[in-house]
T-cell receptor, first 116, second 110 residues
Framework: GAVVSQHPSWVICKSGTSVKIECRSLDFQATTMFWYRQFPKQSLMLMATSNEGSKATYEQGVEKDKFLINHASLTLSTLTVTSAHPEDSSFYICSSGGAAYQETQYFGPGTRLLVL | QKEVEQNSGPLSVPEGAIASLNCTYSDRGSQSFFWYRQYSGKSPELIMS????GDKEDGRFTAQLNKASQYVSLLIRDSQPSDSATYLC??????????FGSGTQLTVLP
């Protein structure tokens, strides 16, 4: 299957700082990438759909000014959590592919964010 | 009503038994169905995908789809302790986005 990488895998930051998470598709070009968030003991919740060369589409309840998404190339999407607070502490996972019928979504290894 | 519902866990089975995981969905326009396995602290990994009614087998795993009943299941034969994980049912609906169920935690007892 396709390979998706994320960086960093772990980040601890102070409240009020901004954190950037990178998601790369390593062996194929991804016009669409997805960003999910997973709180402990809960399932994955889609935050936004990142489209190469255009604005991201955010799910209801997700603050677009707080979670900035940039998809400047076919292999890289970034999620920036601005002015992070402890309630933003979560497991952030990106995925690539899967926008078309019978196309599989492959997930990156995830980034665990802890805001102190 | 949740869009994708999975049978509540946790589910425990003895080693060598068949584990049965169930999932129902509400969007009749759904076309693609996936089972992912997620180990604690890790991201999901794809186990099976199924698009047509009936059964699809891959090794010890069998996915079953019944679109009329809006039901998809995963059977794990000869369960092993390494199968212990949370299993996520995911459905791609008419909006082309994946919607996940809440997951079923499976424990295979040695």
């Amino acid at each position: 299957g396709a390979v998706v990488s994320q960086h960093p895998s772990w980040v601890i930051c102070k409240s009020g700082t901004s954190v950037k998470i990178e998601c790369r598709s390593l062996d194929f070009q991804a016009t669409t990438m997805f960003w999910y968030r997973q709180f402990p003991k809960q399932s994955l919740m889609l935050m936004a759909t990142s489209n190469e060369g255009s604005k991201a589409t955010y799910e209801q309840g997700v603050e677009k000014d707080k979670f900035l998404i940039n998809h400047a190339s076919l292999t890289l999407s970034t999620l920036t959590v601005t002015s992070a607070h402890p309630e933003d502490s979560s497991f952030y996972i990106c995925s690539s592919g899967g926008a078309a019928y019978q196309e599989t979504q492959y997930f990156g290894p995830g980034t665990r964010l802890l805001v102190l | 009503q949740k869009e994708v519902e999975q049978n509540s866990g946790p589910l425990s089975v003895p080693e060598g038994a068949i584990a049965s995981l169930n999932c129902t969905y509400s969007d009749r326009g759904s076309q693609s169905f996936f089972w992912y396995r997620q180990y604690s602290g890790k991201s999901p990994e794809l186990i099976m995908s199924i698009y047509s009614n009936g059964d699809k087998e891959d090794g010890r795993f069998t996915a079953q789809l019944n679109k009329a009943s809006q039901y998809v299941s995963l059977l794990i034969r000869d369960s092993q302790p390494s199968d212990s994980a949370t299993y996520l049912c995911a459905v791609r609906g008419s909006a082309r986005q994946l919607t996940f169920g809440s997951g079923t935690q499976l424990t295979v007892l040695p």
